[in-house]
């Protein structure tokens, strides 16, 4: 069994749909989560990063951790065209020099 | 923000030859870089962990002759894929942290932009 199962997609919506994508996870010792943005042929930018459990929000978009039920989510409302790329989770369990566990990706396409 | 150059974008070099991609940290010190390989609509595989001045560490299954990683400063990084065959064709990628930075505005690891290696 992977430590981190994300839905490969494709997923596919209308501009200004809100999209909803989720990663699980079995390992109750990763305590830092992330989502990355990757274009093709592109290397993955940060896009939001959280510590343990609660929501955080920066403009568009919305992280999700629910530790206890080893489930972490990203929101994206209003959604662009621009958004269209692949979106990958990332979680580790420690601050320092701690190596990413990486979901499969979800690639999104946002159609006008 | 922290920025992470990585070159070349793409290569293409005949089977047998060695190849050498390179991360260099723009902004900020890398005390760790770590190389990624990825395979077309795949997620990132890592290869190895390289802290400045000390050997890398790979992780299993890699050949570490094969792969040959430097990170002999705290702005550059190496990877050299030797002897490489069709199979090595793929994403590399590299991405570091700034060991200067604490705390959770650290945590986010800067990737570089990747190199597309082809062997024929």
């Known amino acids: 069994q992977k430590e981190v199962e994300q839905d490969p997609g494709p997923l596919s919506v209308p501009e200004g749909a809100i999209v909803s994508l989720n990663c699980t996870y079995s390992?109750?010792?990763?305590?830092?989560f992330m989502w990355y943005r990757q274009y093709s042929r592109k290397g993955p930018e940060l896009l939001m990063y959280t510590y343990s459990s609660g929501n955080k929000e920066d403009g568009r978009f919305t992280a999700q951790v629910d530790k206890s039920s080893k489930y972490i989510s990203l929101f994206i409302r209003d959604s662009q065209p621009s958004d269209s790329a692949t979106y990958l989770c990332a979680m580790s369990k420690e601050t320092s020099g701690s190596r990413l566990t990486f979901g499969e990706g979800t690639q999104l396409t946002v159609n006008p | 923000g922290a920025v992470v150059s990585q070159h070349p974008s793409w290569v293409i070099c005949k089977s047998g030859t060695s190849v050498k991609i390179e991360c260099r940290s723009l902004?900020?010190?890398?005390?760790?870089m770590f190389w990624y390989r990825q395979f077309p609509k795949q997620s990132l595989m890592l290869m190895a962990t390289?802290?400045?001045?000390?050997?890398?560490?790979?992780e299993q299954g890699v050949e570490k002759d094969k792969f040959l990683i430097n990170h002999a400063s705290l702005t550059l990084s190496t990877l050299t894929v030797t002897s490489a065959h069709p199979e090595d064709s793929s994403f590399y990628i590299c991405?570091?942290?700034?060991?200067?930075?604490?705390?959770?505005?650290?945590?986010?690891?800067?990737f570089g932009s990747g190199t597309r290696l082809t062997v024929v």
């Open positions: 390992n109750s010792a990763f305590q830092y």
């Open positions: 390289s802290n400045e001045g000390s050997k890398a560490t790979y």
């Open positions: 902004d900020f010190q890398a005390t760790t």
């Open positions: 991405s570091a942290r700034d060991g200067q930075r604490q705390g959770p505005s650290n945590y986010g690891y800067t």
